[in-house]
């Protein structure tokens, strides 16, 4: 899904051949592009777009006629911080490169290079670059945070305390409550505010790069390090880290955390001399982190290092005062970025809302506004233009009826098993007067024995693949459910399956998903 009002792909080099190349591959990726020939064009271009313009990620080659990539590295970092920077270079150039990481260089793209690694080097660029335009627009034009209920305003008081201090906080609280929100304010308003606010979500990188993301790698540490390249931590440096989704982070680099929180230093991947980092960290979960240490998947010593300070971030449904004001700063903020009018929302509308469960929290309240903005057919939102969710809830059920197509899919239909489990007395009472369709998609009855029997088959034949196949089987059928509902939007697919961006993409890749 691309961000809309998406800049363009700057890119610089003398090799007309190579501009070409690029431009076409991007085109492709529907990535629109920009082309220069040297450094000064790009600096007269920054100038006459400034204010607002420039590229989204920036490619440029070290070495072109009038002027250097390096030095063209330089002056962007100093004028767009933010701005991820690819350079290209040949592999006779990358010790110069390498020397020249720290002005800030996003990655390395040694000549010649496979034009489809490219591609998927740029688009993670562009992700990196729209998620911090992202985090930006929330800062800066955004209130931080919307609440008046008692529940919210405890949480208001704890980060007023906890502000001015460099103690590690562990933020807790549902998926999509706001716990990255709360690390924000913690930073913006600490001493720490001028500096780097780095944040990672420890669950949505694979295991085998989550160690070289966090402490960085070295040139030559594994197959495919081109170039040296600091971790999450250097680039917090004197700043804050968040660390989301601490509860999934792989044991063996549990260990390596703690000693970074203990003593503040760490080897990079590969490395073999200690660096020195001064970073607070902010980490947050959804999960119950004792049960983890009981059960013996959390270090208990890491916990302890973590638990210094706990701010509990209410569910939604445990405010549910703040609902009509949340959702009349979301149509509004929706009506902003698709550049209509906003939707006023009926007081019906609002007290029906009010009264759904959102196990998607504020998240789920954001995608539903977004919905009403673009689907509702009137100016005004009434009962019956609100989503189907929330009408088909009766305002108890916490569940959502997963789509038919995942009801029908054998092994795939497991995903009706956290619709059923989210039900409570009152909405069983009220599903049981509803019709016998109605209930077929959250009964477990129409896959368990399903899912048995095929187990049973694959395994009385000899195989030993069981658990992949089924695996696979089961992920995929989630995924083109949920991306089904969003009509393929991934992100909106991911925040409904309750996963973080970068594992949609990485499992529908896995699984060969055509979205």
């Not at 780095?198 to 960085?216: R, W, Y």
């Amino acid at each position: 899904m691309k961000a809309p009002q998406m800049k363009p792909i700057w890119i610089v080099d003398d090799d007309q051949s190579i501009r070409f190349v690029l431009e076409k591959a991007l085109l492709r990726e529907g990535l629109p592009t920009r082309s220069f020939t040297n450094p000064r064009e790009v600096l007269k271009a920054l100038d006459a777009e400034e204010g607002g313009g420039g590229p989204q990620v920036l490619v440029s080659d070290i070495r072109m006629p009038g002027g250097s990539g390096l030095d063209l590295l330089s002056t962007i970092k100093q004028r767009l911080p933010g701005l991820p920077v690819i350079i290209m270079t040949a592999f006779s150039d990358l010790d110069s490169a390498v020397s020249a990481f720290q002005s800030g260089a996003f990655e390395y793209l040694p000549k010649p290079f496979d034009l489809p690694k490219a591609v998927e080097l740029i688009r993670r660029a562009v992700d990196e670059s729209q998620r911090e335009d992202v985090a930006e627009e929330k800062m800066a034009d955004a209130p931080e945070m919307l609440g008046q209920a008692p529940a919210m305003q405890d949480v208001f008081r704890g980060i007023g305390r906890l502000a001015q201090s460099h103690v590690t906080v562990l933020i807790t609280g549902e998926s999509g409550s706001g716990k990255e929100l709360v690390a924000h304010a913690l930073h913006k308003h600490s001493p720490r505010a001028n500096q780097p606010f780095v944040a990672i979500n420890t669950a949505a990188i694979p295991k085998d790069l989550l160690e070289s993301e966090l402490f960085g790698h070295e040139r030559g540490a594994f197959t495919g390090a081109q170039a040296s390249r600091r971790g999450r931590f250097e680039q917090a440096d004197g700043g804050t880290l968040f660390l989301d989704e601490i509860g999934d982070m792989p044991f063996d680099l549990q260990t390596r955390l703690l000693r970074v929180l203990s003593d503040g230093h760490f080897y990079r991947v590969g490395g073999h001399s200690a660096v020195k980092a001064n970073v607070r960290v902010i980490a947050a979960t959804h999960q119950d982190l004792e049960q983890r240490v009981k059960e013996g998947v959390f270090r208990e010593d890491l916990y302890h290092r973590l638990n210094v300070i706990r701010l509990r971030l209410p569910a939604l449904r445990e405010r549910r005062e703040d609902v009509p004001v949340l959702a009349r700063y979301f149509l509004q903020r929706s009506a902003q970025q698709l550049g209509v009018e906003p939707k006023r929302i009926a007081d019906a509308a609002l007290e029906r809302l009010s009264q759904f469960q959102f196990p998607g929290n504020v998240r789920q309240l954001e995608n539903i506004c977004h919905w009403l903005t673009v689907m509702a057919p009137a100016q005004v939102v009434e009962v019956k233009d609100l989503p189907p969710e929330v009408l088909d809830s009766r305002g108890s059920a916490a569940a959502v009826a997963p789509p038919a197509p995942l009801a029908a899919s054998g092994v795939g239909a497991a995903g009706a098993v956290d619709g059923a489990a989210l039900l409570d007395a009152s909405a069983d009472a009220d599903v049981a007067s509803r019709p016998t369709d109605a209930l077929a998609p959250t009964s477990t009855a129409t896959w368990e024995p399903g899912l048995e029997q095929e187990a049973m088959a694959l395994l009385n034949a000899g195989r030993t693949d069981v658990w992949d196949v089924l695996t696979r089987r089961f992920e995929t059928s989630l995924i083109q459910a949920a991306l089904a509902t969003t009509r393929g939007r991934r992100i909106e697919a991911a925040q409904k399956l309750g996963i973080g961006r970068n594992t949609i993409t990485r499992k529908i890749q896995e699984l060969g998903i055509d979205d």
